[in-house]
């Protein structure tokens, strides 16, 4: 270590007052009264601390003192004074005046206790504390009588003390220059000559008291001697020193010593009175009573172990002459002390808040406990009360850190009442607590949460752009700037772009649409919305969004070929001699939307006063209500209406002559050619045609195959139902009937492309009804299946395709 202020009156030394736990101490030390700014030592060279990174680290100078005694200089590493250092006043009566303060170091945490060390200077002077002083002395003294002097008072220490007394030269008396054991150097004036009351009466003196400053200070006492006429003996007292032990806390009026002195003499001059000396700056009888009369000393004010230990006190004994005599005794009372005071706490906080991510062994606080009874009861022990992810560790002596030692969550708990609690060990024992709010700060250290891992938004079509299809909300148990969201989008799949579809806000979570939605184009989609802190770094967490589009009813229904040919005249001829119940045509339309909006129903208009046809609601099929009159016409325009089931409902119209004709010989089938523009017919056609004749090929094979496989059943599953029914109807259909359901399978020979078409028959089975098949003979036929033969059917040259209508819906052929 280095010394370094005027010539070696400043200096540091770095002492290691113990090893294991505790941490080393740095001592330093310096005048008092010394200007602001002087350097008391290199901190940066005793931490072993790169000056560069003082600054950075956050370099603290803490103390559990009013005043800030000291500084620390992050450019030199330099420790300097910062207020005015008056030993007297910082440790007055002490030996030895010491300031403990703190260096605290962040980023990694360092704690390192300083002792600066108070040195005095010789800045007081001497002081008696009266100007003048008497004393009465007989003329029959004997040489070699003692009289005590008052003391000087010097605010210094140490050598600055008083050392000497002097007294000015005379021929009757000397000084005896004394070491006393409490108030330090003492004097008393001797009778080195006898008086003579004759020759002079009064005697003045000056007493001078010097310190041990260099250069010195002194402080002078004039001394008035009176000498006295005859009192031959002087009193004694039975011991020259007393000593005497007092408790603290002893009441007013408790006895403590009986002193006792003896005279020779007779009369009053053998009458003694007891008192005390004042000396200095003190007064014995402002804390203890001395009885006159019989010398008992007892207790007259509050005893304090703590503001003072042990009281030197000068005991006089006086005789009741004319020419009073005295002697002198000294009593050292010592106060004993007792466990009247409870330790004190004091908290200097480093870190709050404290951050929930805080490091096991984080310093949140310094703790510092004193206790101002003295030996065993002023030795204290530190503790928490209660469970608290905290705990103390021991600096030095009586200094501790509080420190984390347990994970902290703000989420669960956003501040911690800690309670210090300091016992000492005195019998019985004192205790004191005081209580610290120690605050957690929030970290981001919890991602946003939805509700649910994924939501479905339902979105009807058409709907106008900018329109709420839905909202999301997450929640984040952050505060502040963790907990503040904002929302995003993200495709899930690339067969929608989500941007141009939807916009999300990003503050509330609100979707809008960008776009109208087409049922019919788009059913569903599916993306995912992202929840984002604002936390560093930043936590998001996402929901997946389904959203489905509702059907409207926006499209109406489709007249099919071959009637759905534009500008192309639609006709059916059937015969005059028809039955009720011939079919005419089959109408057949489709509708792009789904559910109750696709589920079309037929209805015929014909002519006022025409009553001849009807349609099937749910078929299309027309057929002939009656047999032909004499007085229909011709020809009958009828108007089909289809409408589907929305609301409101759409609909499509269709219109078809039907021309009555004298023989059935004349119906021919009336195929409808569809104009194309001719093409040169290429290979490529031709394999085009070839591969769909082989396609239909196969699908008929198939078809044929199922309906026999269908058909067919063994004895076994004939013998758990009733036998199946095949009907024949007019227009050409069978009615293959069970005992629970009955199915028609129409064959139309009258349009492009003939249907196979299976629903549950609108009407009753008719038996025996009239058919014409290919307009030949008319003959009626119920057939019952037999139980292991297939059903025969008519050996007509039809060509069909199959198309099932379920559920009120007609599918494309």
Known sequence: MGCGWKDSDLCWIIILLFSGGAAAQISYSVPEEVDKGTVVGNLAKDLNVNVRDLERRNLNIVSAYSKNYFKANFRTGELYVDQRLDREELCPNALKCTLNVEAVLSDPMVLQRIEVVVNDINDNAPVFSESSHFVNISEISPSGERFLLPLALDADTGSNSVKTYKLETNEYFSLDVQSGEGNGISADLVLVKALDREKQAFISLILTAADGGKPPKTGTLQINVNVLDVNDNTPSFTQTLYKARVNENAAAGSAIIQLTAVDSDEGDNGKLTYSFVKRANLNPSEVFQINAETGEITVKGRLDHETQAAYDIHVQATDRGASPRRANAKLLIEVADVNDNAPEIIVTSLLNPVKEDAEMGSVVALVTVSDKDGGKNGLTKCKL????????????????????????????????????????????????????????????????????PAVNFYVPE??????????????????????????????????????????????????????????????????????????????????????????????????????????????????????????????????????????????????????????????????????????????????????????????????????????????????????????????????????????????????????????????????????????????????????????????????????????????????????????????????????????KAPSNDWRYSASLRAGGVMQRP
């Open 385 to 452: 009360a209660g469970s608290v992810p905290f705990k103390l560790t021991s600096n030095y002596k009586n200094y501790y850190s509080l420190v984390v030692d347990g994970p902290l969550d703000r989420e669960e708990n956003s501040v911690y009442n800690v309670t210090i609690v300091a016992t000492d060990e005195g019998s019985p024992a004192l205790s004191s607590s005081v209580g610290v709010s120690v605050y957690v700060s929030d970290v981001n250290d919890n991602a946003p949460r939805f509700h649910e």
């Open 462 to 791: 058409n709907c106008p752009v900018g329109a709420s299809i839905g909202s999301v909300t997450a929640l984040d148990p952050d505060i502040n700037d963790n907990a503040r969201l904002s929302y995003s989008l993200l495709d899930h799949k690339k067969t929608v772009q989500i941007p141009s579809v939807l916009s999300i806000n990003s503050d509330t979570g609100d979707i809008v649409s960008l776009q109208s939605f087409d049922f019919e184009k788009l059913k569903t989609f599916q993306f995912k919305v992202q929840a984002t802190d604002s936390g560093v770094p930043p936590l998001s967490s996402n929901v997946t969004v389904n959203v489905f589009i509702l059907d409207e009813n926006d499209n109406s229904p489709t007249i099919l070929a071959p009637y759905s040919e534009l500008g192309s005249v639609n006709s059916e001829n059937i015969p005059y001699s028809a039955e009720a119940g011939y079919f005419v045509a089959k109408i057949r339309a489709v509708d792009a939307d789904s559910g109750y909006n696709a589920l079309l129903s037929y209805h015929l208009s014909e002519p006022k006063g025409n009553n001849l046809f009807r349609i099937g609601t749910n078929s299309g099929e027309i057929r002939t209500k009656r047999r032909m009159s004499d007085n229909d016409l011709k020809t009958h325009p009828l108007v089909v209406l289809v409408s589907d089931n929305g609301e409101p409902s759409l609909s499509a119209t269709v219109s078809i002559d039907v021309v009555v004709v004298e023989s059935s010989a004349d119906i021919q089938t009336q195929f409808r050619h569809v104009t194309m523009k001719e093409e040169n017919f290429s290979d490529l056609n031709l394999y085009l045609l070839i591969a769909i004749v082989a396609v239909s090929s196969i699908f008929l094979l198939s078809l044929v195959t199922l309906i026999a496989v269908r058909c067919h059943r063994t004895d076994s599953d004939f013998s758990r139902y009733s036998p199946p029914m095949i009907t024949t109807h007019p227009d050409g259909s069978w009615s293959y009937s069970k005992s629970t359901q009955q199915y028609d399978v129409c064959f139309s020979s009258d349009t492009l492309k003939s249907d196979v078409v299976v629903f549950p028959a609108p009407f009753p089975p008719v038996d025996a009804e009239l058919i014409s098949i290919n307009g030949g003979d008319t003959f009626t036929r119920t057939q019952t299946l037999p139980n292991k033969e297939k059903p």
